[in-house]
Nanobody
Framework: QGRLVESGGDSVQPGESLRLSCEASGFSLEYYVMGWFRQVPGKEREGISCLSSLDDFAYYTESVKGRFTISRDTAANALYLQMNNLKVEDTGVYYC?????????????????????WGQGTQVTVSS
């Protein structure tokens, strides 16, 4: 059975950078749509970036455009999120996800039939 494990979160100051990793096991992520999601206490989980499986189309939510970069390393079987110029509002728990019913569209990642296989996530805290 496939499994995703997020890592790389940390406490940093505004303007600093982090790279989040999502290591996949039990399946090859090369052929799947992949997404990064962020959850802040009191708010719904938000899809902030996704990467398609066929043409490397990438989506970024407006607040992270130009600062975050999603990438996939098929050799390492891992997904990454490079986060530069971090802001206080980037604080949250970050999750990666993939599923056959996940699509990556111009409006962001969307599960067509729902998703409940979230991992433990990785905490990113940006504060001065």
């Amino acid at each position: 059975q496939g499994r995703l494990v997020e890592s790389g979160g940390d406490s940093v100051q505004p303007g600093e950078s982090l790279r989040l990793s999502c290591e996949a096991s039990g399946f090859s992520l090369e052929y799947y749509v992949m997404g990064w999601f962020r959850q802040v206490p009191g708010k719904e989980r938000e899809g902030i970036s996704c990467l398609s499986s066929l043409d490397d189309f990438a989506y970024y939510t407006e607040s992270v455009k130009g600062r975050f970069t999603i990438s996939r390393d098929t050799a390492a079987n891992a997904l990454y999120l490079q986060m530069n110029n971090l802001k206080v509002e980037d604080t949250g728990v970050y999750y990666c996800a993939t599923d056959l019913n996940l699509v990556c569209e111009k409006n962001g990642p969307r599960f067509r039939y729902g998703y409940d296989s979230w991992g433990q996530g990785t905490q990113v805290t940006v504060s001065s």
